[in-house]
């Protein structure tokens, strides 16, 4: 089976960038580890301390961004990083021809309870300047270079998009290589499941209310069918079964916090997951256009999130638009 690297090098991605997917999968297979060890290496629990979101984060979510962090900075590929839980944008290597964007444990709350769990990354090129500036990743997603996640689930499975379609690998344990196991990731237009955080109903706008209720109605209800839901609360884990047989994913924007407009990250969320579903025949949207077109004002930026089939997607878009 094919090998990452080597699948890589056949495309047209740049070498430069080949190490650095490359790279960013050594370091995941690190993070896949340390949660495999789970409570006997003591990395559970909380870290008693709050993220830059006002997050209280996990040991896990601090000892994967750190791993992360010293893998891509050691590169010399990466001229700088912005993190879920940093701060500010961190200065890498003046010759680094990439930015990345991620977050480094996507999930964190099913963390002690030995569920799903992934690290999502974006990939931007660096710019001509010398020094970076968090200006710098304030791009629209539609300029990535690449997108992919590693989803820490009963396999280890890397997925990856450069521009030319989806593919995904999955970790040979007895070789720790990631080996090509879907070569083309295609999601179906029209689909019967649909994932969202249903205990939120009461806070969501009139228009996703109305959406949701007319899946719930079933056959009997103007959708004439039956809908069948799911939340892993893992986004990442969420997009891969979308991924695999299709589905949509919304994380709305609801009245609990007027002025965020929802929950997911733009940069290191919405985006990559946005060039993913894109690239495999799906849309992802806002609730008023391409997530993708959406031009960043800060790295740690929220959006409302709707994504998956195509023709899903559209009717619930539709139903914002009336
Ligand atoms: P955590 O990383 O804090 O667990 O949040 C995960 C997430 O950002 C995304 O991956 C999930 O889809 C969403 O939040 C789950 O949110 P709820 O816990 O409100 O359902």
Redesign the pocket.
């Known amino acids: 089976m094919q090998r990452l690297s080597s699948q890589l090098q056949q495309s047209n991605t740049p070498p430069e960038l080949v190490s650095l997917i490359d790279l960013i999968a050594v370091a995941c297979k690190d993070i896949a580890h340390r949660l495999q060890q789970g409570a006997m290496s003591g990395v559970l629990g909380s870290a008693g301390e709050e993220n830059v979101q006002g997050?209280t984060q996990k040991k896990l979510d601090v000892i994967s961004n750190d791993l992360l962090k010293d893998y891509l900075l050691a590169s010399g590929t990466v001229r700088g990083l912005a993190s879920e839980e940093e701060e500010g944008i961190v200065a890498g290597s003046d010759k680094g021809g990439y930015l990345v964007a991620f977050d480094p444990?996507?999930?964190?709350?099913?963390i002690d309870i030995n569920s799903m769990v992934g690290t999502i990354f974006s990939i931007f090129k660096a710019p001509a300047t010398d020094a970076v500036s968090e200006q710098d990743f304030l791009q629209p997603g539609r300029n990535q270079a690449a997108a992919g996640y590693v989803l820490y689930g009963p396999s280890v499975m890397l997925v990856l998009s450069t521009g030319e379609g989806v593919q995904m690998y999955t970790l040979d344990q007895r070789i720790g290589e990631f080996v090509l196991t879907v070569e083309k990731v295609a999601i179906a237009k029209d689909t019967k499941e649909f994932a969202i955080?249903m205990s939120?109903q009461r806070f969501w706008a009139e228009p996703m209310q109305r959406y949701i209720g007319d899946l719930l109605a079933g056959s009997d209800g103007p959708r004439e069918k039956n809908f069948n839901m799911r939340?892993v609360?893992?986004?990442?884990a969420?997009v891969h079964r979308i991924l695999c047989r299709g589905g949509l994913f919304t994380?709305p924007w609801d009245n609990r916090e007027p002025n965020k407009p929802g929950?997911?990250r733009l940069m290191y969320?919405a985006n990559p997951m946005g060039m993913l579903v894109e690239q495999a025949g799906g849309l992802a949207y806002t609730d008023t256009g391409p997530i993708l077109d959406v031009q960043p004002e800060q790295i740690h930026q929220r959006v409302p999130v709707i994504l998956g089939a195509a023709n899903e997607v559209a009717t619930c878009v539709a139903y914002h638009a009336k």
Not at 105 to 110: A, C, I, Q, R, V
Not at 233 to 236: K, L, P
């Open positions: 997050e444990l996507d999930g964190s709350s099913n955080n939120n939340w609360a893992a986004m990442v969420d994380y929950k997911l969320e």
